[in-house]
C-alpha cells in the first residue's frame, strides 16, 4: 500500500541577506523573499511585490503580531494564484520613522524616504531581478505597506511610475503633510495603474476622511487609460496588523488576478 503525498502549497522562503548593506543610509536590513511553492520546479517569470515592515509580514514573534501572509500566500496558491514573488524588507527598528518619511515636517525634521527609495529602484529592485526569475516591467512590478509603509508606497509609485504599475496602499499616514495630496494631484501615470487603497473606520478621528479625500484625488487619475482605483473599507478595522493582514489577500487577487 503506497502512503499517499500530500501537496504543500507553502511558500518557500529565503532570506537573501540578514544584513543587506544599504549605502544610501549607511545601515544594513535583513531582506528576505517569500517564491512560490513550486519556483524551483518551473521556469516561468513571475510578478513581483515589494513590502515594507518584513518583520510584521509572517514573523511568529512579531511584537505587534503579523500579517501572516505566508499561510494566505498557501491558501492563494491552493486556489491557483500563487504565482507572485513577495520581497519582503525589515524596516530600521528605532529609524522606521524617518525611513519612510518623504517630506521633512516641523515634527520630524530627518525625512530620509527619498535615500531609502533611491535603495529600492538603484541597488534592491536589479539585485531581485538578478537573482530571481521576475518580470521587471512596471505593470508587473508592485510596491505596499501599511501606515508609514502605505505612505512611502504611495509617494514611491507617484515618484517612480516608471517602476511601480501596482500600489498596494493600506491605512497610509497621510497626516505627515499636505504635499502628498499634491503630488496625487499631479500624479500621471506612466502606463497601465492598479491602486488598491484601504481604510479601517476604527484607526483615528481623522484617518478615514484623509484617506477618503486620497481617493476623491485619484478618481480623477481614472481618465487615464489603463488606470484602475479600488477603495476598501472595514469599518470595524483598527490600525493593526491583524486588520492589514485580513485586508491582503483581496488586495493581492485584485492586483494580480484582475488583469489576467
Not at 509572517?58 to 492563494?76: H, Q, S, V
Not at 499616514?173 to 479601517?200: C, H, N, R
Not at 481617493?215 to 469599518?235: C, S, V
Request: glycine fraction near 8%.
Amino acid at each position: 500500500m503506497t502512503e499517499e503525498v500530500i501537496q504543500s502549497y507553502y511558500p518557500k522562503i529565503e532570506v537573501i541577506d540578514e544584513a543587506y548593506e544599504i549605502h544610501q543610509l549607511g545601515r544594513t536590513r535583513r531582506i528576505s523573499v517569500l517564491l512560490p511553492y513550486n519556483y524551483y520546479e518551473t521556469d516561468k517569470s513571475y510578478p513581483v511585490l515589494y513590502l515594507h515592515d518584513g518583520q510584521n509580514l509572517f514573523d511568529e514573534y512579531a511584537p505587534y503580531g503579523n500579517w501572516g501572509i505566508d499561510k494566505t500566500l498557501e491558501k492563494m496558491a491552493e486556489n491557483g494564484m500563487g504565482d507572485v514573488i513577495i520581497v519582503a524588507i525589515d524596516h530600521g527598528g528605532k529609524l522606521r520613522i524617518q525611513e519612510y518619511l518623504p517630506y521633512s515636517t516641523p515634527r520630524y525634521t530627518e525625512a530620509e524616504g527619498n535615500l531609502y527609495l533611491q535603495f529600492m529602484v538603484d541597488d534592491l529592485k536589479p539585485m531581485i531581478e538578478r537573482l530571481f526569475r521576475v518580470r521587471p516591467e512596471r505593470e508587473f512590478t508592485g510596491i505596499g505597506g501599511s501606515s508609514l509603509g502605505g505612505l512611502i508606497s504611495l509617494y514611491a509609485g507617484f515618484k517612480y511610475p516608471e517602476f511601480f504599475g501596482n500600489m498596494m496602499i493600506f491605512s497610509p499616514s497621510l497626516w505627515i503633510s499636505e504635499e502628498i495630496y499634491q503630488m496625487a494631484k499631479s500624479f500621471v501615470p506612466a502606463g497601465p495603474t492598479d491602486i488598491y487603497l484601504y481604510a479601517g473606520g476604527m484607526e483615528s478621528a481623522n484617518h478615514y476622511g484623509q484617506v477618503r479625500r486620497l481617493d476623491t484625488i485619484l478618481q480623477e487619475k481614472r481618465k487615464y487609460d489603463g488606470f484602475n482605483l479600488m477603495f476598501a473599507h472595514n469599518p470595524s478595522g483598527q490600525h493593526k496588523e491583524i486588520h492589514w493582514g485580513k485586508q491582503f489577500p483581496l488586495a493581492y487577487q485584485w492586483l494580480f488576478y484582475n488583469k489576467y
